[in-house]
């Protein structure tokens, strides 16, 4: 589970998700996306530090919680970069793999650039240019030489 621009790790909107949990889903499948990640990898990666700490600053307070009650949900959390600006994602996503463990997730928007997102600036070419990374076999070969291994949600303890 989680919210559009990480609402929800948000206070108010936490605990209703604490909440649905408990008595909903104790005993499904499903997880929750947290978005902190340990602050000294994120300036290893030197990548959009003060924007990753901001965004996963309220995941720690969820992910409190979230071990408290015996909720899943995932270890790390990395891929946070400012959209606005033109970036090789190739070069990118080996700085996200940087101290990256099990159980990890790396945000990402990949899609197709079309006249609405052209109009944003240059986030639809950094979208189009995430997904053409995401489907070369470049991102298999990177995933390959660093030993990373994709895995299901449902590999989550």
């Given at each position: 589970?989680?919210?559009?621009?990480?609402?929800?790790?948000?206070?108010?909107?936490?605990?209703?998700?604490?909440?649905?949990?408990?008595?909903?889903?104790?005993?499904?499948?499903?997880?929750?996306?947290?978005?902190?990640?340990?602050?000294?990898?994120?300036?290893?990666?030197k990548?959009?530090?003060?924007?990753?700490?901001?965004?996963?600053?309220?995941?720690?307070?969820?992910?409190?919680?979230?071990?408290?009650?015996?909720?899943?949900?995932?270890?790390?959390?990395?891929?946070?970069?400012?959209?606005?600006?033109?970036?090789?994602?190739?070069?990118?996503?080996?700085?996200?793999?940087?101290?990256?463990?099990?159980?990890?997730?790396?945000?990402?928007?990949?899609?197709?650039?079309?006249?609405?997102?052209?109009?944003?600036?240059l986030?639809?070419?950094?979208?189009?240019?995430e997904?053409?990374?995401?489907?070369?076999?470049?991102?298999?070969?990177?995933?390959?030489?660093?030993?990373?291994?994709?895995?299901r949600?449902?590999?989550?303890?």
């Amino acid at each position: 589970l989680d919210g559009h621009q990480h609402v929800h790790q948000l206070p108010v909107i936490r605990n209703s998700i604490i909440e649905l949990f408990k008595k909903n889903l104790r005993n499904s499948k499903s997880y929750l996306r947290i978005c902190w990640e340990n602050p000294f990898l994120v300036w290893k990666r030197k990548v959009s530090i003060l924007r990753t700490l901001s965004i996963g600053l309220p995941g720690l307070k969820l992910r409190r919680l979230a071990k408290r009650r015996g909720i899943h949900f995932n270890n790390g959390f990395s891929g946070v970069y400012d959209l606005s600006s033109s970036r090789n994602f190739n070069n990118l996503f080996k700085s996200f793999l940087i101290g990256i463990g099990e159980q990890s997730l790396i945000i990402c928007h990949p899609g197709k650039n079309d006249s609405g997102l052209t109009s944003e600036s240059l986030l639809g070419e950094n979208r189009e240019s995430e997904f053409l990374f995401l489907n070369s076999p470049a991102f298999l070969s990177t995933l390959d030489k660093e030993g990373i291994r994709l895995g299901r949600f449902s590999n989550f303890s």
